[in-house]
């Protein structure tokens, strides 16, 4: 006689909603990858955030978007405080980058990806859309090895010592931006190889879970405040550490900040207090990158890949869709 698994409800619902999270960031690349290479970021941005809204608006929740689209590129948002969904679910906050990486995506160039994250309400931190300042680096390693507030030369040091190898050894990855520099030299002074890329540090920080296939070891710099709590959600569900600090550097921005409920500007948050709680994230590739392969359109039919990650499970699974029902992308 087998055995009977008893499954309780919420888990059903749960398991639900991480296929619903699938189908919402699938449409997303599909409709920003339609306009890959065009040239228009903003074109490509408001079809990634159009299509994310439309999908995430016949979910069975009651969500409000806490992390959402950029003011500071002027780009069309899912602003933060938006309520989403059919209300009639359970209470979850809902972060998004609809298109992570549109000037990847408008120039054609690996690694552009739709990817969100949902937690129950109050997992998420608030913040606002300033930079952050972070360092990430992957699961196995005994908690503080690294830290924001240590130099980068001692940081590197010190993971090479947990790693068991030369400083040389490790690879970094940092945004290509002018004010990392210092971290650049820092980095070459003790040796260490680096990675740069132009966009996309919530991949950038995912990177670092997988060293052994990325060939990331660390993560460093200043990038969004809100795609650093996208990835802190991510790192989350397959281990590892991160730490963040809102870089608040004028009277406006700490005004805003404390309007969100930052009252240390100051502050050092860890991985566990950007993103709290079980936390499902979904990310689907609109250009072929290291982690996700992009979006192809063969004839009747469209493919995907998508990975999703469960905090509560540690679970990574990957999803090669294909499509062959076209309206369901609104392609007309």
Known sequence: ?????????????????SLELVRVTERAAVASALLRGRGDEKAADKAAVDAMRRELNKMPIDGTVVIGEGERDEAPMLFIGEKVGNGLGP?????????????????????????????????LLNAPDVYMDKIAIGPGYSEGIVDLDASVEDNLHALAKAKGVKPRELTALVLDRPRHAPIIEAIRKVGASIRVITDGDVAGVIFTTNAHETGIDIYLGTGGAPEGVLAAAALRCVGGQMQGRLILDTEAKRERALKMG???????????????????????????GALLQGVKFRGPVITTETVIYRSLNGTVRRIHGEHRQMSKFNLD
Not at 93 to 117: Q, Y
Not at 262 to 288: C, F, H, N, Q, W
């Open 1 to 17: 006689m087998s055995e009977i698994i008893q499954v309780k409800p919420t888990d059903v619902i749960e398991r639900i909603l």
């Open 262 to 288: 930052v009252t240390d500007p100051s502050r050092k948050y860890k991985m566990e207090e950007l993103a709290s709680g079980d936390v499902i994230v979904a990310a689907t590739g609109v250009t072929d």
């Open 91 to 123: 209470k979850v906050d809902i972060a998004v980058d609809p298109l992570e990486g549109t000037t990847l995506c408008a120039k054609d160039m690996p690694g552009s990806i739709a990817v969100m994250a949902m937690a129950s309400a109050g997992s």
